[in-house]
């Protein structure tokens, strides 16, 4: 019997009781916080460019889905485009709306990202040309460098053709025919700045993104 017993104790102290020091609770836990901060802090550049992405992507679709429904359709389709409050909404209709109609469609912006022209624009040539930088929402121009602009609507004809509403909707002759440009951005940053622009005759839209270019910034094709 008092083998066994300082066997027990012999066996006790080669085998210490298992577990965790709070010292050593309390390490592993500030690692964990460190690193999950660094992860937030590493992510937050990456969520607020796909706000930006998310935006372009949601103007883009809007203006393809009225060009698409003229054309399948044979009615034209306006797209309004509205920034006076956030979130920045579009919407999508026939210019000639049917009761009980259900082809209108809404679009909203992400609330951190708007259409602007920030002021870092008009040192920057216009994408295609249209308008001087300075407008955010900029349709009505009857061919890129003319005057005109400033419009907020843009219709698109059963041809695949853009005229603005001074039109009334019509579609009536390629003397109508108008384009113009769109700028967003997220804040105050020149270089999250988007732009597509609309070519009256064709309907043809394209996108473009900012670049720092030496001292200045430069549009590029997307």
């Not at 597509?196 to 030496?214: F, Q, V």
């Amino acid at each position: 019997m008092e083998f066994n017993r300082r066997r027990g104790k012999a066996e006790e102290k080669r085998h210490p009781a298992s577990g965790f020091s709070l010292l050593e609770i309390a390490v592993v836990l500030a690692l964990t916080i460190t690193v999950s901060l660094i992860s937030v802090v590493s992510l937050v550049p990456v969520i607020n460019q796909q706000h930006v992405n998310n935006a372009y992507n949601t103007t883009m679709a809007a203006m393809r889905l009225a060009r698409d429904n003229a054309a399948a359709q044979r009615t034209a389709y306006s797209v309004t485009f509205f920034n006076s409050s956030v979130p920045n909404s579009i919407f999508v209709q026939p210019t000639v709306v049917f009761q009980g109609d259900q082809s209108s469609v809404s679009y909203v912006l992400p609330p951190d990202v708007t259409f602007q022209a920030l002021p870092a624009l008009a040192s920057a040539p216009p994408p295609d040309g249209y308008g001087s930088g300075t407008a955010a929402i900029d349709f009505g121009y009857q061919a890129p460098a003319a005057t005109g602009g400033g419009q907020t609507q843009i219709i698109f004809c059963p041809d695949g053709s853009a005229q603005n509403s001074s039109g009334g909707g019509s579609c009536l002759g390629m003397n109508n025919w108008s384009g113009g440009v769109i700028y967003l951005a997220r804040g105050s940053d020149p270089l999250s700045s988007r732009a597509l622009t609309l070519w009256g005759g064709t309907g043809r839209i394209h996108g473009w993104r900012l670049y720092a270019n030496g001292g200045g910034y430069q549009w590029l094709r997307q």
